[in-house]
């Protein structure tokens, strides 16, 4: 049975560890992930963008998904499936579809639209048990076409939107979706510390795990941070692995060319990758 994420990060918030918030983009993708959840007994957040929610059909379609796989899995693990970014009506069709956690990324809003709209979802949120991520200060790097520097949040601002309720808290603190420029600055641990300071117990979330050097994950976490979002590096591995078998003519064999055979590789791969990262945040045995 699906979750709320709050149990979970506040948790990992007192134990200084992370959970990983993997996004889901397909069947492989997400039977991946929550195998290898409940392989290492670690917790673990499904994240889903407004983008690959159409790609797959439509929250309900990945709801009925996921929860068919929770049960013929036997997955026991506490799971949350999470909206990433989510605009106001994307966080309202997902309560609606029955997520177990919603991300509303009002970022882009003058703070006191931001302030309101976060609010009143608070409210929802809170009647029906589900977790709710909010974000100040953009995340650099291309979401869903748009594209942001990285910019720091005001950690004035992050403790009026944490004030509201939220479960957690997303700061930018120079970190970026996608892949990191040669020229990239690092993350912003004073801006994260003047956050964490501002905002007492509140988790705080760390979007573009991919390609932050494994040091400074681990001082973000003991900075506070207790949910980590990765999704390129994911997509990489799966990349990498069906190219592989592409290339070494495995496809043309016997019945290579069958999408089970052909998309095994990518799917391990992504289980190898889950793995280190539930490794590296210290989610590992924590269920």
């Known amino acids: ?118 609010k009143e979802l608070v409210a929802v949120c809170n009647e029906k048990g589900l977790s709710i991520e909010a974000e100040v200060g953009s995340i650099g790097g291309e979401e869903d076409g748009v594209v942001g520097a990285g910019e720091c949040a005001n950690p004035d601002e992050c403790k009026m939107i944490a004030d509201l309720g939220v479960t957690m808290l997303a700061a930018g603190i120079g970190n970026i979706h996608g892949k990191y420029p040669e020229n990239w600055a690092g993350l912003s641990f004073d801006t994260l510390a003047a956050v964490q300071e501002k905002t007492g117990e509140m988790p705080l979330v760390l979007h573009g795990g991919t390609g932050i050097p494994a040091d400074m994950i681990k001082k973000a976490i003991s900075l506070g941070v207790s949910k980590i979002n990765v999704n390129t590096e994911c997509q990489l591995a799966f990349q990498e692995a069906t190219r592989k078998y592409i ?41």
């Open 247 to 287: 290339e070494e003519g495995k496809d043309l064999q016997g019945k290579g060319f069958d999408p089970r055979k052909l998309l095994a590789p990518g799917a391990e791969a992504i289980k190898a990758t889950v793995k280190e990262k539930m490794e590296l945040f210290g989610s590992v045995g924590k269920a």
């Open 1 to 118: 049975m699906l979750v709320s994420a709050k149990e979970m990060l506040t948790k990992a918030k007192a134990g200084k560890y992370a959970v990983g918030q993997f996004n889901i983009n397909n069947l492989e993708w997400t039977k991946s992930i929550l195998l290898t959840a409940q392989e290492l007994n670690s917790p673990v957040i499904l994240g889903v963008s407004e983008g690959a929610g159409k790609y797959m059909c439509g929250y309900k379609t990945i709801v009925g998904m996921v929860n068919g796989m929770l049960e013929e899995l036997n997955i026991t693990v506490p799971v949350a499936l999470h909206l990433d970014h989510g605009s106001y009506e994307g966080a309202k069709a997902c309560i609606e579809a029955g997520f177990s956690s919603i991300m509303f990324d009002g970022s882009h809003y003058p703070i006191e639209e931001n302030v309101a709209k976060t």
